[in-house]
């Protein structure tokens, strides 16, 4: 494939920025990826993986005759480097980014963006629970989808260029105001985030009074929602803080459903839980059907795709 890009940009080397890597060589789509960390022993590590063919410590020097940057660090350091690489960035670039939020970036790059360079904020619905430059794999967006939210105005051009762009690292694309893109990931990730959190919080205070044996006999749901809330704790706290009104938007309904759950239960209602647990299983079989998981069984799960 000719390249899309002569150079990107990819300020963060964790499991998107360095998983973008490995699918840009795979795709043949740059010619030449420079990666950017602000912790040397992160650069180190990335030098030793070989995804890179310039890796900086200066997010200035990094960007620099970039025709695609992309921000892959957690979203609450998005103004602190759009202010920093803003005078570097070459006009007629694309700025784009990997966020879990999308209202918030908009909110907090774009007054950093010079004229002339198109800024396209960008979400790839892909990842595990693994982070950290090792953690990457080119594989990671194979049918995964990646939504764009473009500003009113953004150049047409730049807009297809980047669609072409993730299509080629494997990716459904898609095209999506940002608010209803915020709404969407607080009920799809943000959430279960969240309850994957506290559920498991909730069994690490009660080890202590059942003397381990909730971590002695964990079952297969408890297990998932640790592999859930194994995920990077400073990306999720910027993402629960910089998407805090649709979080607690679909968290309020979610309260009013389980309170309706525990009446149900208290009750004896078994024909409103019979109800739910057939509703529910059906959206489970349409989730396989579409082609984003697999209705095998993998308790380890390995390289889980889902964010």
């Given at each position: 494939?000719?390249?899309?890009?002569?150079?990107?940009?990819?300020?963060?080397?964790?499991?998107?920025?360095?998983?973008?890597?490995?699918?840009?060589?795979?795709?043949?789509?740059?010619?030449?990826?420079a990666?950017?960390?602000?912790?040397?022993e992160?650069?180190?590590?990335?030098?030793?993986?070989?995804?890179?063919?310039?890796?900086?410590?200066?997010?200035?020097?990094?960007?620099?005759?970039?025709?695609?940057?992309?921000?892959?660090?957690?979203?609450?350091?998005?103004?602190?480097?759009?202010?920093?690489?803003?005078?570097?960035?070459?006009?007629?670039?694309?700025?784009?980014?990997?966020?879990?939020?999308?209202?918030?970036?908009?909110?907090?790059?774009?007054?950093?963006?010079?004229?002339?360079?198109h800024?396209?904020?960008?979400?790839?619905?892909?990842?595990?629970?693994?982070?950290?430059?090792?953690?990457?794999?080119?594989?990671?967006?194979?049918?995964?989808?990646?939504?764009?939210?473009?500003?009113?105005?953004?150049?047409?051009?730049?807009?297809?260029?980047?669609?072409?762009?993730?299509?080629?690292?494997?990716?459904?694309?898609?095209?999506?105001?940002?608010?209803?893109?915020?709404?969407?990931l607080?009920?799809?990730?943000?959430?279960?985030?969240?309850?994957?959190?506290?559920?498991?919080?909730?069994?690490?205070?009660?080890?202590?009074?059942?003397?381990?044996?909730?971590?002695?006999y964990?079952?297969?749901?408890?297990?998932?929602?640790t592999?859930?809330?194994?995920?990077?704790?400073?990306?999720?706290?910027?993402?629960?803080?910089?998407?805090?009104?649709?979080?607690?938007?679909?968290?309020?309904?979610?309260?009013?459903?389980?309170?309706?759950?525990?009446?149900?239960?208290?009750?004896?209602?078994?024909?409103a839980?019979f109800?739910?647990?057939?509703?529910?299983?059906?959206?489970?079989?349409?989730?396989?059907?579409?082609?984003?998981?697999?209705?095998?069984?993998?308790?380890g799960?390995?390289?889980?795709?889902?964010?």
């Open positions: 494939m000719t390249a899309i890009f002569e150079k990107v940009a990819l300020l963060g080397v964790g499991l998107i920025g360095s998983s973008m890597a490995h699918a840009m060589r795979r795709a043949a789509v740059a010619s030449h990826i990666g950017y960390s602000r912790r040397a992160t650069l180190e590590r990335a030098r030793r993986l070989g995804f890179a063919d310039s890796l900086h410590g200066d997010a200035a020097s990094c960007v620099r005759d970039a025709d695609l940057v992309v921000l892959a660090t957690p979203v609450g350091s998005y103004a602190t480097l759009a202010g920093q690489i803003a005078p570097s960035l070459k006009r007629g670039a694309i700025l784009s980014d990997v966020g879990s939020v999308k209202s918030a970036v908009i909110r907090d790059v774009g007054p950093y963006v010079p004229e002339g360079v800024f396209i904020p960008a979400h790839p619905i892909a990842g595990t629970e693994q982070s950290g430059p090792e953690a990457g794999f080119a594989e990671l967006f194979d049918g995964r989808w990646c939504v764009l939210t473009p500003p009113p105005g953004t150049d047409a051009a730049a807009l297809e260029r980047l669609k072409s762009f993730w299509r080629a690292l494997g990716s459904e694309v898609e095209v999506m105001d940002a608010r209803h893109h915020d709404l969407v607080a009920i799809t990730s943000h959430l279960p985030h969240l309850i994957a959190y506290n559920i498991v919080g909730t069994a690490d205070d009660l080890q202590t009074v059942t003397q381990g044996e909730v971590i002695k964990s079952a297969g749901g408890f297990r998932d929602f592999r859930i809330a194994a995920s990077d704790p400073t990306m999720w706290r910027d993402v629960f803080l910089n998407n805090r009104e649709a979080v607690l938007e679909v968290l309020g309904r979610f309260s009013e459903d389980l309170s309706a759950l525990q009446r149900a239960i208290r009750w004896g209602d078994g024909d839980l109800n739910l647990f057939t509703r529910t299983r059906a959206i489970r079989r349409s989730i396989v059907d579409a082609g984003q998981d697999t209705a095998a069984p993998n308790f799960r390995g390289k889980q795709k889902d964010q």
